[in-house]
């Protein structure tokens, strides 16, 4: 009897553990569906606008803006970005470029029941970590790099720390919502080359347009830095390190006090020779660290990147140990991510135990000749 009893208690545990997940799991997609519908009207405004502005070009009227000193109108640049290969003669999609991040985060979040319990308790795990609570709280710009450490997924495109990302992008967006939130799903855009987002290159451009769009709507955007036709035929060609200069450009367009997060899930999706791929991520993280260096920048810029196992031995070249984290599976019970806990997370961080990381230093040399680690078999 008593055994009979012990497993009706057992039973009775666990369908309340599960009614509860569910009913958190319901609020949080209604939230997120929320959340996504507002983003999406706001967009469609966007799309309506530039789309009138190229109409009104292709009919030669007169712009807007006349005291822009730059030599390409917002419209056209937007075009240009979202191209899926340099100087193409696409007409340009707005609705896909400017919903783009969105879209990947409802497909991540679709996902949600793909990723064991385990593995999400870990890449959950994050929130109390310290060095993760102290890039979310330093008031100066920072980048930090998540080894979630998860086993068996390294040619998955979607992991169980990428659902985290999204949960954390959304909760952002709710808890912190004058703040800016840029995000990039690598493994979402690592491979067809009719994708305008593919590869580091891909990156680079979609969190341009996502910055574009947040400075336009804070009406705080200026493109007069495209003061020459050289410039822009870098930019129209792809050229990397154009795009790059282009993006630490609009980051300092932001006024003091706002914080622009830049999330890339997945970056190990591009440690991989195939079309350079690591070659060109090497020089956007390489960026990225000079733009967090920057010491005029207004801003706080935080950059946070993701990877589902450990990074391979070239990629910690170009990271600092300060700058990064490895998650440890011990201790840890399984744990389904949620919207909730992630946003108790933010939204009261604990007081951080680490003492100031040491100024970036050293360890910058990107070594392309630099095998893997043993254990890592090349993509």
């Known amino acids: 009897m008593e055994l009979i009893q012990r497993e009706e208690e057992k039973r009775r545990q666990f369908a309340e553990t599960q009614l509860a997940l569910m009913d958190d799991s319901l609020e949080a997609k209604n939230q997120m569906l929320e959340f996504l519908m507002e983003d999406r009207r706001k967009k ?36 240009i970005l979202a191209q899926p290969a340099p ?32 593995a999400q308790g870990q890449a959950q795990s994050v929130l109390q970590n310290a060095r993760f609570r102290e890039w979310m709280t330093r008031e100066d ?14 040619l998955d495109s979607i992991t169980a720390i990428s659902l985290f990302s999204a ?17 990039f799903f690598c493994g979402l ?23 574009l769009m947040a400075l336009h709507q804070r009406d705080q955007l200026s493109i007069n830095f495209i003061d020459s036709r050289t410039y822009l035929k870098r930019v129209e060609e792809h050229e990397l390190f154009t795009l790059c200069d282009m993006l630490h450009r609009l980051v300092r367009q932001f006024p003091p006090d706002t914080t622009v997060y830049c999330i890339i899930d997945g970056v190990s999706c591009f ?10 991520m090497a020089i956007v993280v390489d960026w990225l660290h000079y733009i967090v260096e920057d010491d005029a920048l207004r801003s706080r810029f935080k950059v946070l990147m993701t990877i589902p196992e450990q990074s391979t031995r070239r990629f910690r070249q170009g990271v600092d140990k300060e700058q990064r984290i490895t ?11 949620s919207g909730r806990s992630v946003e108790a997370g933010i939204s009261r961080p604990s007081t951080p135990t680490l003492s100031p990381s040491s100024s970036i230093a050293s360890m910058r040399e990107w070594d392309d000749d630099e095998g893997y680690d043993e254990g890592y078999d090349e993509w």
């Open 189 to 211: 855009h690592r491979g067809v080359r009719t994708d305008p987002w593919t590869g580091p290159n891909g990156l680079v451009r979609s969190v341009i347009v996502q910055l």
């Open 87 to 118: 100087a193409g003669d696409q007409n340009p999609d707005f609705e896909y470029a400017l919903k783009q991040p969105n879209n990947d985060l409802e497909m991540v979040l679709g996902k949600r029941g793909s990723f064991d319990v385990r």
């Open 271 to 280: 440690d991989r020779d195939l079309h350079g791929a690591f070659q060109q």
């Open 327 to 337: 998650l440890r599976s011990s201790l840890l019970s399984p744990q389904m991510i």
């Open 44 to 79: 469609d405004t966007l799309i309506e606008r530039l789309q009138q502005q190229l109409r009104d070009v292709e009919r030669g009227a007169p712009g807007n803006d006349r005291s822009s000193a730059a030599v390409v109108s917002l419209s056209r640049l937007f075009a």
């Open 141 to 154: 710009p920072d980048l930090l790099v998540v080894e979630a450490n998860l086993r068996a997924c390294a």
């Open 167 to 183: 949960n954390f992008i959304l909760s952002m967006a709710r808890v912190q919502p004058k703040e800016v939130v840029t995000q």
